[in-house]
């Protein structure tokens, strides 16, 4: 089975602005993710982004650039339009790979396309780790999910989702034993033909109240498949203090 990877990058960030240039552990934190993706097995790897900045890093370390226009809202949309410049046949597999994921494994990467090979009725398929303290439960930061017996979504939330009626009502600060609680890990894939559907829909409400691109797939009817992640993905960059975890992880890693 074979895939591609495309990573989209943008300078502008509320909490951290210039993002993807910013040094993490020797190395700017771009190229961390493109050598994460390198190593997913990919037959193609794409840094696409509108910034000229990030363009010239991304060169010195030879990552192979598509150069996006500066109004999409979101990853997705700049993903569909390098489907668009490539000309890929509509059945190519196309990963997702945010370029604030310096940690995320390949292995997942190839797991989530792996996915979508096998489930021909799903328009997108994603990852989820079993949530495992209230306090991440109840962090609007960390994106919940609850799917279906068969693994398909019913519905992403920054809320707490689902709501043990019984259980929340105290002040416990262990999660209920007899539910599952699932965070969502960022990495899809698609087919590339879906993509170009997905562009012409406009943003749902759910997507402009909860700021969840997933949740358009949703309401306009399609499947989202969601798989267990079979390796710790790591951790996310949002603020300066995941930048200082990430490079404790990478220190970690090297130190054995």
Partial sequence: MSFKVVI???YASTRLPGKPLLEIFGKTMIQHVYE???????????IATDDTRIAAVARTFSAEIC?????HSSGTERIAEVVRKYAWD???????LQGDEPRMPGSLMAQVADDMNLHSDASV?????????RDQLFDYHVVK???????????????PVPWHRDEFVSTAPQLPLDTTFLRHIG????????????IDWPQSQLERAESLEQLRVLWHGHRIHV?????????????WDDIRLVEQQFRDEING
């Fill in 145 to 159: 999910v609850v799917t279906d017996a068969a693994g398909y979504a019913l519905y992403f939330s920054r809320a």
């Fill in 8 to 10: 989209p990058a943008r």
């Fill in 227 to 239: 798989s267990e992640a079979l390796e710790e993905p790591g951790h996310g960059v949002d603020t």
């Fill in 90 to 96: 509509e059945d190519t597999i196309v990963v997702n």
């Fill in 67 to 71: 150069v996006t226009a500066s109004h």
């Fill in 36 to 46: 994460r993706a390198a190593d997913s097995g990919a037959e193609q790897v794409i």
């Fill in 187 to 198: 990495l899809y894939a698609y087919r590339a033909g879906f993509l170009q559907h997905y």
């Fill in 125 to 133: 398929t994603t990852l989820a780790a079993p949530i495992k303290s």
